[in-house]
Structure formats: structure tokens, C-alpha cells
């Protein structure tokens, strides 16, 4: 299969349906794929070449849909740029996979010269947003009416689908691997584990598009019909408005976009209840967030989702009826219809149930490697195995719950942090002498990112000074939101710096070293 397979299904059987919503303006099926072939044909013409990566930094929006299903039909690869990075990682990430064609929208358009400074390959950029082109970019509308529509490469099976940029321990983002049956496998997998989402509804798109939590949910509603409603950017004013007009009945949402819609003023006195599925996923959710959200959103089933990136992204589900049980609801879920999942020790055997260990998951969904590394790649997936860094236990009806973090990772808001890429930007200023990086617990954002600093003696710095320092190196979510001074850092007999010691004291009062 190959995830531009149910846009022909669908202009084979309802060519006349509502496809997309963005704004005022609306596509059916026909128009939609008519604009993807025919932008297919314009990518084409570019120069672009099978297996070539095509970049997109750009809102949410109609036109960042038909980019998902443009660039496998011209039989490319897409990589989906995080909107939230640097320009500097944004740069790496498109000169790391060797992306040659860019498009960026109104929001962007402005970081495209100093993109063109820092990654030299970057041959082409396309303006796919609503105001004037900028010079020395071509226009998206423009070449979709100047090009003829050309046939679906039918790029699917193990081809590569994207590169997705996450975290990564060296201090640079790494790219994820994910092929068309990963993404496919697990977009299905889930459907065939619960109702995920309604059959023929209207479905939010308020995450964030370049994440594969959305591009996920995405080809779920693809596969069942969905309208796609979809809103540039997550705010609890524009989510309600989208409801009210649109009558959305399904969407995804990260915990911390929950909380916000919830507790809003706009959300207050708003008719939500014509959204029946929700899910969620990237980070757990508090108790006191999710009986709040569930009062709100009474007529709402929630599904919770816990997985990762590598394994496109679902791993294990939390059902509706789950949620009842206030035991249950704190765990992750049970594996999904298309995931096998264990928990095991340092040397990959499974511990008993009950027995916190690693959390490693394998099937067709899992990663096909890290882009261009091969040993981090070997050591994710040693056995045939995603080792996913997360501590947990497994009870005896098989429900996982998550307790720890055996990789050095944060989750902040939904968006993982390595302490790794935040250490090295702290580790650059002047006056600093050494430096480590945790997650503490966070009402807002459910862990936040914390900097404990050895400055050199006689110095001194502020907060503020260090997070602006770190501000031009690293995305805004990952700046450390809180910093403590200290003369010395706790370290074991072989000099490596001892987190856990430093975790203590902010996790003491809670049962899981996790949010």
C-alpha cells in the first residue's frame, strides 16, 4: 500500500465530497487530487528525482496537505521541518538529508535568506502561502496552474515516505526513517484496535502538521473519509470557533493544548459536543487535567496514544472505557492491533510483570533507521527492537505504564528535548564551566526543561542572560525555563555527572520520575 492510495479510492467513489477546510476557502476530493498531480508535475519539472526529500516550514493548511500527498506521487520524500526550531537546526536538518526544494508559506518566507547561508543546497524555494511571492521564490499556485497533472509514482511499501527530525543525544537532531508501510501500519493498527476516529467525520487538524502524531491521525482520515478542518496554528479561541462553524467531531491533541482548551474563557460557555474522538499522546496527562477536559468535552471519547516517532508513532491505546478506571488511566494503554510490546532487562529478557525495564516494541510500523547513522541505528534496534528509553512495567492484563526515562530525554508540551542539544549551547558561553540539563515536573507543560550551572569562579550570570545566549542555537521549547547555580556537580567514581542525584529533590514527592 502507499499513503496516496485512498485519494484515488476516494475520487474513484465520492469525487464530489468535501476533502479540505481552510477558512473560507474548501476543496472537494477532485479538486484536491486534480491540484496534487498537478503539483506532482510542477516538482517534477523542478528536477525532482525518485527518493529526492522535499521540505516544507510552514503552518497548518490546506496547501500543506496537498504537499503530504504531492511529493510521494512525484515519487519523493517529504521532510517536514519542526516550525518551532532555530534557524541554525532548521538549516542542519535540510543540509544533514540533502533537501534541495523548500516550501515555506507567510509565517516563514523571512528566514529564507539566512536558510540559503547556512544550507548551500538548498536549490529551490517555493512560496506556498496567501500574500506576495518574495523574490527568488517561485509560487505554488503558479506552478500548479502551469503544469500538467502527472501519474502517481505509486511510491508505497518500503519506500521511504519521510524523514522525520526528532531530538538527538550527540546534540544535533537525527532523522527518523519511516516508510509508507510504517506509516500505514500504524495508522491502521490503531483504527483496527478501537474507533479512533469517526467514520465520514469532520477532523481537526490544530497540532502541529510536521509532527508525526498529525501526519498520523491524518492518514487515518484519509482511510476513513474524514473532512479535514484544518486551523494554521492551536489556539483554544480558533479550536472552538472550528467546532461552533465546522461541527468538528474528531481530533488530536497534545495534554498541555487540552489543559489551555479547557480551562479557556472561549471554551467556557461554548456547544462542544459535537466532538465525539479525541485523541491524545506525545506526554501523559495529569488526573486533575484530564477529569477537567472530560467535564468540558462530556460527549467526547478520549483515546490516549503512547508511542514515539521511530514507531510512526503508535505503540500502545488507551481506550475510552479505560479511562473509567482511575488506575488504568494513569498507564499508557496495551499494545495496538499492529505492535508487539515487552519490558525488559539490561541484557533485552523480559522481566516479570510488574518489574519496571525498558519499554522496546517491534512490528511494521518501527523505523527503518536513524538518517545517515548507522551505530545510533544498530543501537535502537538492536534485535529487531525499538528500544524506546522509556522505563516501565507491564501489569497482568499487558497495560504499560511508563514510570522513567532511561534515555537522558525530556517532554516538554509535547515536544521531546535532549539535555544533550541543550547542554551544548549552554556549554558555549563564556562563563560557564560546566552544565547539566533535566526535566522537572511542570503544571503547564507537564515536565519543563532545568539547568543546574558551574559558572567559573568569580563570574556571574543570570537566567535570562543564559537563555538569550542559548536562544540563536536551539529552538524556543527547548531554552532552559529555569536555572539553579551551584559549585559543584554530583559525579560517580568514572567522572560521569549523576542526574538521577539532581532529579531527586525536584521528583521526590511524585511516584514516577515522568510527566
Known sequence: MYVAQSLHRAVQQSPDRLLTIFGDRTRTVAESAGRVARFAGALRALGVQRGDRVGILALNSDRYHEFLLAVPWADAVVNLVNIRWSRSEVAYSLVDCGTNVLLVDDMFAAAVPALREKAPNLATV??????????????????????????DARRGGDDLYGVFYTGG?????????????SMLTSAMGTLATLDAISRGGNLLHAAPMF???????????????????????????????????????????VPTMIQLLADSPEAAEADLTTVRRLIYGASPISEAVLQR???????????????????APVATLLTPADHDDPVLARSGGRAAAH???????????????????????????????YWNRPEETAAALRGGWMHTGDGGYMDERGYVFVV??????????????????????????PVVQQCAVIGVPDDNWGERVHAV????????????????????????????????????LPVS???????????????????RAVH
Open 169 to 181: 543525544t550527540t546534540g544535533h537532531p537525527k532523522g527518523v526513517m519511516l516508510s509508507h508501510r
Open 453 to 488: 550551572v558551574v559558572l567559573i569562579p568569580g563570574a556571574t550570570v543570570s537566567p535570562e542572560e543564559l537563555r538569550d545566549f542559548c536562544r540563536d542555537r536551539i529552538a524556543n521549547y527547548k531554552l532552559p525555563r529555569s536555572v539553579s547555580f551551584v559549585e559543584a
Open 293 to 311: 477536559a472530560r467535564r468540558k468535552l462530556a460527549n467526547t471519547a478520549f483515546t490516549q496514544a503512547y508511542g514515539m516517532t521511530e514507531v
Open 211 to 253: 509532527h508525526v502524531a498529525d501526519v498520523a491521525v491524518w492518514i487515518m482520515g484519509m482511510l476513513t473519509g474524514s473532512t479535514h478542518v484544518i486551523v494554521p496554528a492551536f489556539t483554544p479561541a480558533g479550536v472552538v470557533n472550528a467546532i461552533l462553524r465546522h461541527r468538528v467531531t474528531d481530533a488530536l491533541l
Open 339 to 369: 505492535s508487539e510490546v515487552r519490558i525488559v532487562d539490561a541484557e533485552d529478557n523480559e522481566v516479570p510483570r510488574g518489574v519496571v525495564g525498558e519499554i522496546i516494541v517491534r512490528g511494521d510500523h518501527v523505523m527503518q533507521g
Open 126 to 151: 517555493i512560496f506556498c502561502g496567501d500574500g506576495e511571492t518574495p523574490d527568488g521564490m517561485l509560487n505554488s499556485e503558479d506552478l500548479i496552474a502551469a503544469h500538467e497533472p502527472v501519474e
Open 404 to 429: 522513567d526515562r532511561i534515555k537522558d530525554m525530556i517532554i516538554t508540551g509535547g515536544e521531546n528535548v535532549y539535555s544533550a542539544e541543550v547542554e551544548n549551547a549552554l556549554a558555549n558561553h
Open 493 to 511: 567514581g568514572a567522572g560521569k555527572i549523576l542526574k538521577r542525584e539532581l532529579r531527586k529533590q525536584h521528583w521526590a514527592d511524585t511516584d
